[in-house]
């Protein structure tokens, strides 16, 4: 919840920056050109901050801490951190002498229109050193959170929205360009960032000096892990990358339009999934470091009923009343009515892969709290694959709502097939409170979008745009507590004690 809750601040300041941009560019060339922008820094900030260092670092760093103290730990991390900068840099470097080839990959569609491809180029290279600075704060961030340290890297991406959303003011009154002051407040919150977490380690007690690079013997098997866990923790991200390479290959707007959906669908899936999968592999990691096998699959199927919970809901929601909530968050300005409409039908096809979404940030720490990261990296390659061919059959008949759809349907595929390995492997079996619980909250939510769709030809929607929204999400949020009640979907009692505060035990050392 520590998480969860700042990470709710940061996507509630990030409606406001998108309902700006909206507003400003709507979704044509020159806002397809800055989402291409920030799409290649914004990966690698979800990647890493989101899934796949912690994957590699966190088990690594927490062993060390555990056995041989902390001394040995901060080197580790300091290490890491010498390796990390000048590799970072390199290929900051490469990436912005490069980048118009970097752009025939990412969105190979621009290059008919050369204006468009050119200002995705230019914005491209402001934007392009967030992701050396951000990869460093992951490793912060992930320091913090290994000694328990939650609150300080969950807050950090508010910095994130706060900063795009101070230049895009300051900047556009000097006369800048959206899309120019836009990119420089990108680059700007990840100097911010960085400043932040540092501090907050120092305040830790856990401050880290830059040494040479190193490869120690410790380095050397985070870094093996690494390169598997960016594919393992990171599928969705590259699924929706490759949406965004053939979204590049439509109609102008395509790529803007599926961009404001997903924004929609990462509410749940950054305040659910990135939170419970960031608290769930500290927590894995030491379960299983000291061979308490029935303690590790308590805590995964208690995070499993916590996100259905959540996430069943929350996609029934999104489907039942999509369109209200695209005209009344972006349908401003530049942002047309027929474009809040065709992102109504991105967002329908996204809401139905978000359990899966989240399901996988809970599935991939089970394996990788084992140090295997080889397992969810072959899984995760053939959904990608899966998501490509989907992609490529699905594009022209049914546009920016095939793209979508093949991204939900690869990440079902992948949640099964980890969940399936996870059990043949003993490390996961559904208990029984789970399997008891699960078919009521499907019954619950979906009694709730019936709620909703109903609801949508009454009175309610004759109110202002923003007090019709309010209504249908306060009377869908009711309904859906009083339906779940009725019949043992949750127990209030049951809430109370997942979300007490455990104690804080102190690391060995």
Known sequence: MTVGAWTMGSRVLGFARDILIAALLGAGPAADAFFVALRLPNLFRRLFGEGAFSAAFIPAYTGTLSHEGEAP??????????????????????????????????????????????????????????????CLCALFAGVLNARGHFAAAAAAPILFNVCIIAALFILRARGEHVPEALSYGVALSGIVQFAVLGRAL??????????????????????????????GAGVTQLNLTVDTIIASLLPNGTVSVLYYADRVNQLPLGVIGAALGTVLLPSLS???????????????????????????????????????????????????????????????????GLPAFVLVKLFTPGFFARGDTKTPVKIGLAAVALNLALNLALMHPLQQIGIALSTSIAAWFNVSILALLLRRHRDFAPDRRLIHRLPRIIAASAAMAALLIALRATPLMHLPASLALIGLITLGITGFAAIGLAIGAFHTAELRTLLRRPARTRPAG
């Open 73 to 134: 730990a901060r080197r580790l991390a300091e290490d890491i951190t010498a390796i990390m900068v000048v590799f970072l840099f390199a290929l900051m470097a490469l990436g912005m002498i490069f980048m118009p080839e970097v752009l025939d990959v990412l969105a190979p569609g621009f290059r008919a229109e050369p204006a468009k491809f050119a200002l995705a180029v230019h914005l491209s290279r402001i934007t392009f050193p967030y992701l050396w600075l951000i």
């Open 202 to 231: 120092a305040r830790a007690g856990t401050p880290l000096r830059l040494r040479l690079p190193r490869l120690t013997p410790g380095a050397m098997i985070v870094l093996r892990r690494l390169g598997p866990g960016l594919i």
């Open 286 to 352: 030491r379960h299983f470091r000291r061979n308490e096998t029935e303690q590790a699959r308590a805590t995964l199927n208690r995070a499993l009923e916590f996100a259905l919970l959540l996430t069943l809901p929350a996609a029934a929601a999104l489907a039942a009343i999509g369109l209200p909530i695209m005209r009344t968050l972006f349908a401003h300005g530049a942002f047309s009515t027929a474009d809040a409409a065709r992102s109504t039908a991105a967002l329908a096809a996204y809401a139905f």
